[in-house]
C-alpha cells in the first residue's frame, strides 16, 4: 500500500488571519448598505445593519441626560433587558474605539439610572419594548 502524501497546510499566525478578516470587512463596509458603519467594524454590527434593512430589527434612540443620543439597534421584539444588553454593548464599543474607560460597572449604571420612555420608567426587564411604547 502507497501511502498518500499529505499535502502541506499553510499556518497563519494568529494577527494574519485577523488583518485578512479586517481587510475583508472593510471591503464589505463599502457597500451602499453598510457605508454608515465603522472602519473597524465587528460581525455583530454588520449584522445588526443586514437585520435593519430587511426589517427584522430597530433603531432605538437613547437620549442620556446630557443630551447625547445613542442609536442602539435592538430586534422588533426587544426586551427592556435586551435595550440594556444593546446599550451596553453599544457603549463599550464606542469606549474601546475613542480610547475612553474600559470598564463600567453597569450593576451601579441600573441601580443609580433607569430607561424611560414618555415619562415612564422601564423597570420590567422582560416587558417588550413594542408593549412599554405604546
Request: proline share 0%.
Given at each position: 500500500m502507497a501511502a498518500a502524501a499529505a499535502e502541506p497546510e499553510e499556518e497563519l499566525a494568529h494577527a494574519e488571519v485577523l488583518e485578512l478578516f479586517q481587510a475583508a470587512?472593510?471591503?464589505?463596509?463599502q457597500d451602499p448598505l453598510l457605508c454608515d458603519l465603522p472602519p473597524q467594524v465587528t460581525a455583530e454590527e454588520i449584522?445588526?445593519?443586514v437585520?435593519?434593512?430587511?426589517?427584522q430589527a430597530m433603531t432605538v434612540r437613547v437620549c442620556k441626560a446630557d443630551g447625547e443620543t445613542m442609536p442602539?439597534?435592538?430586534v422588533q421584539n426587544a426586551s427592556v433587558l435586551d435595550l440594556k444588553k444593546a446599550l451596553r454593548r453599544h457603549v463599550?464599543?464606542?469606549q474601546a474605539r475613542q480610547g475612553g474607560v474600559q470598564h463600567l460597572s453597569?450593576?451601579?449604571?441600573?441601580?443609580?439610572?433607569h430607561l424611560t420612555y414618555?415619562?415612564?420608567k422601564l423597570a420590567d426587564d422582560r416587558k417588550k419594548l413594542r408593549d412599554s411604547c405604546t
Open positions: 470587512l472593510a471591503r464589505l463596509v449584522g445588526s445593519q437585520a435593519l434593512e430587511y426589517g442602539v439597534v435592538v463599550q464599543l464606542r453597569w450593576k451601579y449604571i441600573w441601580r443609580t439610572y414618555g415619562g415612564e
